[in-house]
C-alpha cells in the first residue's frame, strides 16, 4: 500500500524545507524527498559556506591593515587554507543538522533516495542511481526508504547544478565548480575565473585577498552582468585596484590541460587571441534546473530553457504538481525559493490574500568586496521601458561613518517614476550594502514615494543614512554632499 500525505516535496534546500515547515505549521501531513544533503546546495555548499570563506578572507584584508587603524600585529599574517576550508565545512554541517532538528519538530517525515513522478499525485522513491556531485551527507535517523507514495500536492524543489560548456567541462581537479573552489586542498597561485556573475566574482574576491593572481573573463560587457552599469563600473574599478586582472567582451574559446595547470585561449572582442595559463581554473557560466530522471516528459509538464514553467503560485501545467526554486527558474537565488515556498503552500492550504510572486521585488546580493546589492528596475531598462525618472546618488566618501570605519569606497543610486514619485529601483555598492538593501524592499513593497523616504529619520551615524541621501539627491536635496 502507497503510504499517502497533502503534501510531497521533492528536495531539502531553501525551497523544499520552507515549504516543509509551512505546510506542517498549517496542519497538512508532509513528507520531503532528500537524496544528497538535508538543506540542499545553499547551506551545504552555496549561500552560507562561501560567507564563511569571504568572512575569513574580510577578517585577513583587516590584519594585513592594521596600521591604517593605530594597529601594530606582530608576526606574519597568512591564511591557513585548511582551516579556513574546516570553518566553512563545520558551518555547512552545522546548517545540515540545524534542518534536521525543524523536520523533527514540525513532524516532517524525510524519505530518503531518489523520486521519480509515475503518475499524478503518485511517486516512486527508489535507490540513488545518478552519481552524486559531492560526497552524500548524513542520512538523518528514522528516514523512510524506498516505496510508492501518493500525495494530494507534489512540489518539485531539486534546484539547479553547475552549467558546463561543450569542450570547457569541469573535471574536479584543473577546472573547478563551486564545489572544488569552496575546498582547495592547496592555494593555487594563480587563478582563472569564468564568468563574473554572483558566483564568479564572488570566488574571484575570496581567492584575490588571499593572495592568489585572480582574472576574470566576462562575454558581456560589465561585470556583474545583471546589476546597473554604473554600480558595476564602480565595483570593477575597486576590483582594478585589489589587483584583479578583469576581461570584458571575451570568451574563453578553448582549454589545454597541463601536468598542474590549464592554459586558456580567451578570444577578445576584436578577434585576437589571449593565452593566460593559470593554476586552476573556475567555471562560473551558470546554473542549469535539476529536470532530468523525474518522470516530467512522461506527465507533459512543460518545461523551459531547462527550468519547469510555473505561474506565480508555483502551479505547473499539470493540477496538482508545482514547482519552486532554481529548478523553477531564475533569478536562482534561496530567497526566493523561500518565498516561493511560503506562496505554493499557502495556495495549496487555500489561505485568502495570497499574493503571485512580483520578480521586481526580489533583491540581489553579491558578497564580494566591495559588496553589491540591488532591487528593482537599473537605470538602462528603466528608460528601456520608457519611463520618466528621477536618479539620485549618494557616495559613501561623504558619510560619516563610512570615513570612520575606513570603508569609505562605495555609492546608493535610487531610481523614481518621475510623475508617481514610487521608488521603482535601488542599487549599491560598498560594505555591508547586501545589509542595507532590505531597507529599499520593504519600502519597495510598501509602494513608498520619495516624499515617505524623505520624512524618515535614519539613525546618525551610520551608513544608512546614505539611503536617505540618494533620495534627497534626486531631488536637488541632497544636504551632505
Not at 567541462?169 to 582563472?192: C, H, Q, V
Not at 598542474?260 to 576584436?270: G, L, M, N, P, R
Amino acid at each position: 500500500m502507497a503510504q499517502n500525505y497533502d503534501v510531497i516535496i521533492i528536495g531539502s534546500g531553501p525551497g523544499g524545507y520552507i515549504a516543509a515547515i509551512r505546510a506542517a505549521q498549517l496542519g497538512l501531513k508532509v513528507a520531503v524527498v532528500e537524496r544528497e544533503h538535508l538543506a540542499g546546495i545553499c547551506s551545504n555548499w552555496g549561500c552560507i559556506p562561501t560567507k564563511a570563506l569571504l568572512r575569513s578572507a574580510d577578517v585577513l584584508h583587516s590584519a594585513q591593515h592594521a596600521k591604517n587603524y593605530g594597529l601594530t600585529l606582530e608576526g606574519t599574517i597568512s591564511p591557513d587554507i585548511k582551516a579556513i576550508v574546516a570553518r566553512s565545512r563545520g558551518i555547512a554541517e552545522r546548517m545540515n543538522g540545524g534542518v534536521g532538528f525543524l523536520f523533527k519538530k514540525n513532524k516532517v517525515d524525510i524519505i530518503w533516495g531518489e523520486a521519480k513522478l509515475t503518475k499524478p499525485g503518485e511517486i516512486v522513491v527508489g535507490p540513488i542511481t545518478k552519481p552524486i556531485v559531492q560526497p552524500q551527507g548524513p542520512i538523518p535517523k528514522n528516514t523512510l526508504g524506498e516505496g510508492t507514495y501518493t500525495a494530494k500536492h507534489i512540489i518539485v524543489a531539486t534546484g539547479a547544478r553547475p552549467r558546463a560548456l561543450p569542450g570547457i567541462e569541469p573535471d574536479g581537479n584543473l577546472i573547478w565548480t563551486y564545489f572544488e573552489a569552496m575546498k582547495p586542498e592547496r592555494m593555487p597561485k594563480s587563478l582563472l575565473v569564468m564568468g563574473s556573475g554572483a558566483i564568479g566574482i564572488e570566488f574571484a574576491s575570496f581567492y584575490r585577498t588571499m593572495g592568489v593572481d585572480v582574472t576574470v573573463v566576462e562575454v558581456l560587457g560589465q561585470v556583474m552582468p545583471v546589476e546597473d552599469a554604473e554600480i558595476s563600473a564602480f565595483a570593477k574599478k575597486q576590483f582594478d585596484k585589489q589587483g584583479m586582472k578583469i576581461l570584458l567582451e571575451a570568451k574563453v574559446s578553448k582549454v589545454e590541460k597541463g601536468a598542474d595547470s590549464i592554459t586558456a585561449h580567451v578570444e577578445k572582442k576584436d578577434g585576437t587571441i589571449e593565452k593566460i595559463t593559470a593554476d586552476r581554473m573556475i567555471s562560473a557560466v551558470g546554473v542549469v534546473g535539476n529536470i532530468e530522471n523525474l518522470g516530467l516528459e512522461a506527465l507533459g509538464v512543460k518545461t523551459d530553457r531547462g527550468c519547469i514553467v510555473i505561474d506565480g503560485y508555483g502551479k505547473t501545467n499539470i493540477p496538482g504538481l508545482y514547482a519552486i526554486g532554481d529548478v523553477a527558474g531564475p533569478p536562482m537565488l534561496a530567497h526566493k525559493a523561500e518565498h516561493e515556498a511560503v506562496i505554493c503552500i499557502e495556495k495549496i492550504a487555500g489561505l485568502p490574500n495570497v499574493h503571485p510572486m512580483d520578480k521586481l521585488k526580489i533583491p540581489g546580493c553579491t558578497y564580494c568586496n566591495p559588496q553589491v546589492a540591488s532591487v528593482g528596475l537599473t537605470e538602462a531598462r528603466a528608460k528601456a521601458e520608457g519611463r520618466e525618472i528621477r536618479v539620485g546618488r549618494f557616495p559613501f566618501v561623504a558619510n560619516g561613518k563610512a570615513i570612520a570605519l575606513g570603508e569609505d569606497q562605495g555609492m546608493v543610486k535610487t531610481i523614481f517614476d518621475k510623475k508617481t514619485g514610487e521608488l521603482i529601483g535601488a542599487h549599491l555598492v560598498g560594505a555591508e550594502v547586501t545589509e542595507l538593501i532590505q531597507g529599499f524592499v520593504v519600502a519597495m513593497n510598501l509602494e513608498t514615494t520619495e516624499e515617505d523616504l524623505m520624512h524618515t529619520i535614519f539613525p546618525h551615524p551610520t551608513i544608512s543614512e546614505t539611503m536617505k541621501e540618494s533620495v534627497l539627491d534626486a531631488y536637488g536635496r541632497a544636504l551632505n554632499a
